[in-house]
């Protein structure tokens, strides 16, 4: 059984970090498709950071490049998901995602959508405040 573990949310002032971890179990890890996704009251979710575990190719959403990094250590079966410069906007609940590469692989998980991820964490709640 696929589970996905999410942890390292919190509280923080604007100008903070925070990493996220999100500790996979239940699939063969490798070439797989992993993301994390956030979403905020009243809105929908939004996809932040996709990495293909298989190569290591990333995608940001605009609104997080260059302040958010998204990585993987092979070893712990684990993604993280650094955050600096956060801002009040980055408040949201933090999922992470998987999809594995045999259903989403390579170039089309650096495009994949909510609907393409099969495996979700519980969440965890990022809070920046201002």
């Known amino acids: 059984q696929v589970r996905l573990v999410e942890s390292g949310g919190g509280s923080v002032q604007a100008g903070g970090s925070l990493r996220l971890s999100c500790a996979a179990s239940g699939f063969t890890y490798r070439s797989n498709c992993m993301g994390w996704f956030r979403q905020a009251p009243g809105k929908d979710r939004e996809g932040v950071a996709l990495?293909?575990?298989?190569?290591?190719?990333?995608y940001y959403a605009d609104s997080v490049k260059s302040r958010f990094t998204i990585s993987q250590d092979n070893a712990k079966n684990t993604v993280y998901l650094q955050m600096n410069s956060l801002k009040p906007e980055d408040t949201a609940m933090y999922y992470c995602?998987?999809?594995?590469?045999?259903?989403?692989?390579?170039?089309?998980?650096?495009?994949?959508?909510?609907?393409?991820?099969?495996?979700w964490g519980q969440g965890t709640q990022v809070t920046v405040s201002s």
């Open positions: 990495i293909y575990t298989g190569g290591g190719s990333t």
């Open positions: 995602a998987a999809a594995p590469g045999s259903v989403v692989s390579g170039r089309r998980c650096l495009a994949a959508i909510a609907t393409d991820f099969g495996y």
